[in-house]
């Protein structure tokens, strides 16, 4: 789903967190990448990076400024994409981010790369059943994003190596778009809900983690919330819950195997809109527009995934 690439910002930020400070000059890195979970998804990733010292003064709040600039290529066995961002740290606890993504896919047994999410009985007693429909590369989806984010270390405040209680929170709005599709109509990207549109989404995530100094393997533990919100406003959207909050609540730990190998485990609950089903996973194949959302009770907690990011530095 895109909202990972909110999460993906913040592991980043656990990953790299302890090394901040320790080069003076441009640095260059590349990143083999691999995303697996207990869903049938899969994703291998290749990040160059390049960090430029920028606006850096004595003081302990600008000593360490930067501007971050990351290509990234990603392929999974439904889309391929290429994503660019541009991060700039004027002060030690502020970033501001942009970045876009572009990309396509493909359909298959596994799952649905790209296509329209249409109503196939319309004219029926509701809910509907959905058709997903698409053709290989038929079109480009896009996505473009800007955002800040806050973040802070204890230890900046009360120095020692046991006071790394870290806290971030990024905001953000991000445009995105699918190529073959109207104006109105609902598409499928990544084996998604099946639920966007072009237009606007609001993004936030919020992270307190803490490192542990002592740890030979396990340097981070976290627990992180993520939100997304359509701001589509589509006539009639109340009616299925179109406007509320998409909610992912997550347990983080990183681990640092090597020098140049690390992994990411996370483990994922997920809100998700209650329509009075007694379960959602088997309702996944009625198109969301026909149904009515339970005005009193409109959210449900489920599991939604346990994940693993694994990160080897090639240079």
Same mark, same amino acid.
């Given at each position: ?97 942009? /970045? %876009? =993504?572009? &990309?396509? +896919? ?11 999410? $249409? ?117 009639? /959207? %109340? =009616?299925? &819950?179109? +406007? ?11 681990? $640092? ?59």
């Amino acid at each position: 789903m895109k909202r990972k690439q909110c999460a993906m910002a913040t592991l980043i930020f656990l990953i790299a967190l302890s090394s901040i400070g320790a080069e003076d000059g441009i640095t260059f890195s590349t990143d083999l990448g691999l995303q697996v979970s207990s869903r049938p998804e899969a994703k291998l990733s290749v990040t160059q990076s390049f960090i430029f010292p920028f606006m850096r003064f004595d003081g302990p709040l600008t000593r360490d400024n930067t501007i971050k600039a990351a290509l990234t290529a990603e392929l999974s066995p439904l889309s391929v994409n290429g994503l660019a961002e541009i991060t700039w740290t004027p002060i030690a606890f502020l970033q501001i981010i942009a /970045g %876009g =993504k572009l &990309g396509s +896919g493909w359909n298959m047994p596994l799952g649905k790369g790209i296509g329209i999410n $249409t109503d196939s009985e319309t004219g029926t007693a509701e809910p509907h059943k959905q058709s997903i429909e698409g053709d290989p590369f038929e079109g480009l989806f896009s996505s473009a994003w800007g955002g800040g984010a806050i973040q802070f270390d204890l230890a900046a405040v009360l120095p020692g190596s046991w006071n790394h209680l870290v806290f971030r929170s990024y905001q953000g709005i991000n445009y995105r778009s699918f190529s073959g599709a109207a104006d109105g109509q609902s598409w499928i990207f990544e084996n998604d809900d099946a639920e966007n549109r072009n237009g606007l989404v609001y993004s936030a995530n919020y992270l307190l983690g803490y490192q542990m100094p002592s740890s030979p393997v396990i340097n981070t533990v976290g627990l992180m919330a993520e939100v997304e919100q359509y701001l589509y406003n589509t006539p009639g /959207g %109340g =009616k299925w &819950g179109d +406007g509320l909050g998409r909610w992912i609540f997550s347990t983080l730990f990183n681990f $640092t195997i090597t020098k140049e190998f690390s992994a990411a485990l996370i483990l994922q609950m997920r809100t998700r809109r209650n329509y009075g089903d007694s379960d959602y996973e088997n309702t996944r194949e009625m198109f969301y527009q026909s149904r009515t959302i339970d005005r009193d009770d409109p959210y449900r907690l489920v599991f939604y995934r346990a994940a693993a990011l694994l990160t080897l530095k090639l240079h």
